[in-house]
């Protein structure tokens, strides 16, 4: 049975962080598409037994690409501190703030004032019973 050499896609130098978080990059990929596959396989069947281990190897798919998430903000800072904005962006989307709110996060000096935020757009308890 012919198998992929394991030795094809070593450089001949140790790599740096900057590349290493390509490869990284690229490692995130396959396991986003093999929790794709999964995923398809287990609509495509009505067999229990599969759909167990199916869930069970994409579980583990998720957990390999949420460590490699990890591995690429201690590699690459430009894309930690992109990730550590997305938080707030998503927060201030979620919650209704302007565009220009969203927009100036991360941008020094360049906080949302708390009228950016309009208590009528937020999502409370109170507000869906309505």
Avoid: C
Avoid at 1 to 29: C, G
Avoid at 75 to 97: F, M, N, W
Avoid at 106 to 119: F, I, L, M, Y
């Amino acid at each position: 049975m012919p198998q992929t050499n394991p030795f094809h896609s070593l450089v001949p130098r140790k790599m740096t962080d900057t590349e290493l978080a390509r490869s990284i990059r690229l490692n995130i990929e396959a396991e986003l598409d093999a929790i794709n596959l999964y995923a398809a396989h287990i609509d495509a069947t009505d067999n229990e037994d599969a759909k167990a281990i199916l869930r069970h190897v994409m579980d583990e798919e998720r957990e390999h690409a949420a460590l490699f998430w990890e591995l690429i903000a201690r590699l690459d800072p430009e894309q930690a501190a992109h990730a550590k904005e997305a938080v707030e962006k998503y927060r201030l989307i979620t919650s209704g703030a302007s565009h220009e709110a969203v927009e100036a996060v991360g941008k020094e000096g360049e906080a949302p004032s708390p009228a950016d935020v309009t208590p009528e757009k937020r999502l409370t308890v109170g507000s869906l019973r309505r």
